[in-house]
């Protein structure tokens, strides 16, 4: 290929302006000088100095594309002159695209037999195969329709050869059919243009379009009878017409392809222009999307490292207060032994009160009987006694002279009455202050009951407090 590429092609300018059209949405292609482009008009202008009688033709380089996307340079353009050559493609462009015109007429006969409604509906709104077959045949398929599925078609082709193109064209056609059949003349041409290439983006629709190719049965037979036909038609309008009628009715059907292939040139370019002004928004949007995500990415880490420093504060507070929990319940454990110790030894010291005060009482009861029965078993202090142990009225019955000794006797008396009656004031007094000793040691049990049972209170709250904020802050990080 390298020593083509020393030679100048005809053709060079028309090469360089399809180059830029030829997938321009491919990131192989896309770039204005890149390897893709660079390679692909190495193609381009080698088969066109090596094949002088055709050279380069509008839309061959979607077909050296695909090439390029499988293999190398030499063995891409390699691949391509077999195509050319042996498959028969360059006899498509040769005479005036005589051989193109035969393999529409050959379409329309098969369409005829396979697909009767729709030629029917194509003769009577005038749409003809060379309309919107043209680039099926020329490029074979790689001009409109998705990669995935031409790829197929390249593998059937040089499997099979070229009459593969015609399984393909009766498939979209008969998968087509009901909304072709619905369309006129304009809708029908503006139909091929855009939903029917459109409609095989899906994988799934390309897979099963392809099944269908494959299971539609055209013998070699039946398309040599039509090209037969073909070339017999062809005959006989060349003997009734005139030579002039001939040759004007070869420029009009010339002037008809070449307005064709400039509208389908101006459509390419206005979807190259679309697809350029849809990749820029894309990457546009791209970019800011990127940028967006840039910075909900940074947001996002800087709340990470946030997130990570109130764990590890949470924490650090979780283990003081765990801590402080384990001191709190350690001093209370304490304080209940105390409190406890205390109550045992107020108990204690209550109980021994109060067997003191019994005692005490008991012995100051025995001790009034004593006094009583010595009373009652003295006249002289019976008569100065009452059975309740108060003094009676003084009687005078004794003689005068013995009124000293009873003086000083009842003085005696008395004396021992009050020193007993300070003693019973005394343990009175005793037994008083016992029972506010252990009234006041109650009042005491009392209040260390309270703050035994706050204590505890306190400590549950504070524990469970502390146990529900960590929950919580927990929760909100999970969140």
Known sequence: MSCFMRHESPQDSAITRDINRTFPAHDYFKDTGGDGQDSL????????????????????????????????????FSVLVKIMFDYGLRDLFKQNFEDLHCKFFQLERLMQEYLPDLYNHFLNVGLEAHMYASQWFLTLFTAKFPLYMVFHIIDLLLCEGISVIF????????????????????????????????????????????????????????????????HTLREQQEQQEAPIDRYERENRRLQEANMRLEQENDDLAHELVSSKIALRKDLDNAEE?????????????????????????????????????????????????????????????????????????TANRGELEKIRFKVEGCEKCSSLFNKEGRVRAPVSTAPAGGSEEQDEEKEGLKSQLREMELELAQTKL??????????????????????????????????????????????????
């Not at 190495?42 to 695909?66: H, M, P, T």
């Not at 990415?297 to 207060?321: F, H, I």
Request: glycine fraction near 4%; proline fraction near 1%.
């Open 289 to 361: 999307k990127a940028d967006a995500l840039n910075k909900e990415l940074l947001l996002t880490k800087q709340k990470l490292v946030d997130s990570e420093d109130e764990k590890r504060r949470l924490e650090e507070e979780s283990a003081q207060l765990k801590e402080m929990c384990r001191r709190e319940l350690d001093k209370s454990e304490s304080e209940i032994k105390k409190n406890g110790s205390i109550i045992g030894e107020y108990k204690q010291i209550c109980s021994q009160l109060s067997e003191r005060l019994e005692k005490q009482q």
């Open 430 to 479: 005793q037994l008083v202050e016992a029972e506010c000793k252990i009234q006041d040691l109650e009042h005491h049990l009392g209040l260390a009951l309270n703050e035994v049972q706050a204590a505890k209170k306190t400590w549950f709250n504070r524990t469970l407090s502390s146990i529900k904020t960590v929950t919580g802050n927990q929760g909100k990080e999970t969140t």
């Open 167 to 230: 399984n393909v064209a009766l498939a979209l056609l008969k998968t087509s059919k009901d909304d072709l059949i619905q369309t006129d003349f304009e809708g029908a041409l503006k139909f091929f243009r855009v939903p029917v290439p459109k409609r095989y983006r899906s994988e799934e629709n390309a897979k099963k379009l392809m099944e269908l190719a494959c299971g539609m049965k055209i013998s070699q037979k039946k398309l040599k009878k039509f090209e037969k036909e073909y």
């Open 41 to 76: 008009y190495k193609i381009c202008k080698a088969y066109s100095v090596y094949d002088e009688e055709i050279g380069y033709c509008q839309g061959q380089s979607f077909l050296a594309a695909v090439l390029l996307l499988h293999m190398p340079e030499e063995q891409a």
